[in-house]
């Protein structure tokens, strides 16, 4: 299935340095999403995107930043990021709201040394 | 009280027995609620959506009891393929939404 995709799918860095996490959709949905998921732990909504513009920030820390540039892609950039930072980074998309069904994509797993 | 809690489990089951558990929520505006199931270091992928009273599908069954708020999956004639997390999702408004930590099912031959 190539719904949504993502990449890359396994990333390691330093807590010094800077890397996007990309997220594409070949859905046709108007809403995408980003989902942290931490071992042992519920998914965590991190950012929401409605036709390309942010409708809900999820308290997140300002080292993780997010852009939208159109409605089948979304990216996440991360920079200075900290050793509990490490986490599958889910990608979702829908067509409307949260009130309607998401597709995931495959997620990246981050490590941060 | 968490927003959406979920029996951790594990259910560990044999094939072909039946395996159901709970979902509770606290937000009473809730309207429409998710099954999701995600498979070991997978992406979750819909199960079931409900939005009345609840929805069958095949050997999967999901019952909204708004009075108690509690939403339950049912799997009758367990496979090894259903072995999985099971994750309770609610959308809370327009751009909310929780996830439970998930039901792990155990089927074993």
């Known amino acids: 299935e190539t719904g949504v995709t993502q990449t890359p799918r396994h990333l390691v860095m330093g807590m010094t340095n800077k890397k996007s996490l990309k997220c594409e959709q070949h859905?046709?949905?108007?809403?995408m999403y980003w989902y942290k998921q931490s071992a042992k732990k519920p998914l965590e909504l991190m950012f929401v995107?409605?036709?390309?513009?942010?409708?809900e920030n999820n308290s997140v820390p300002s080292r993780f930043s997010p852009e939208c540039p159109n409605s089948s892609h979304l990216f996440l950039h991360l920079h200075t990021l900290q050793p509990e930072d490490s986490a599958l980074y889910l990608c979702?998309?829908?067509?409307?709201?949260?009130?309607?069904?998401?597709?995931f994509g495959p997620g990246t797993r981050l490590l941060v040394l | 009280r968490k927003e959406v809690e979920q029996d951790p489990g594990p259910f560990n089951v044999p094939e072909g027995a039946t395996v159901a558990f709970n979902c509770t929520y606290s937000?009473?505006?809730?309207?429409?609620f998710f099954w999701y199931r995600q498979d070991c270091r997978k992406e979750p992928k819909l199960l079931m959506s409900?939005?009345?009273s609840g929805n069958e599908d095949g050997r999967f069954t999901a019952q909204l009891n708004r009075a108690s708020q509690y939403i339950s999956l049912l799997i009758r004639d367990s496979k090894l393929s259903d072995s999985a997390t099971y994750l309770c999702?609610?959308?809370?408004?327009?751009?909310?939404?929780?996830f439970g930590a998930g039901t792990t099912v155990t089927v074993r031959a």
């Open positions: 979702a998309s829908s067509q409307g709201g949260p009130q309607e069904t998401q597709y």
């Open positions: 859905l046709g949905h108007n809403a």
């Open positions: 995107y409605s036709l390309e513009e942010r409708v």
């Open positions: 937000n009473s505006a809730s309207q429409s």
């Open positions: 409900v939005y009345s």
């Open positions: 999702v609610v959308p809370r408004n327009d751009y909310k939404l929780s």
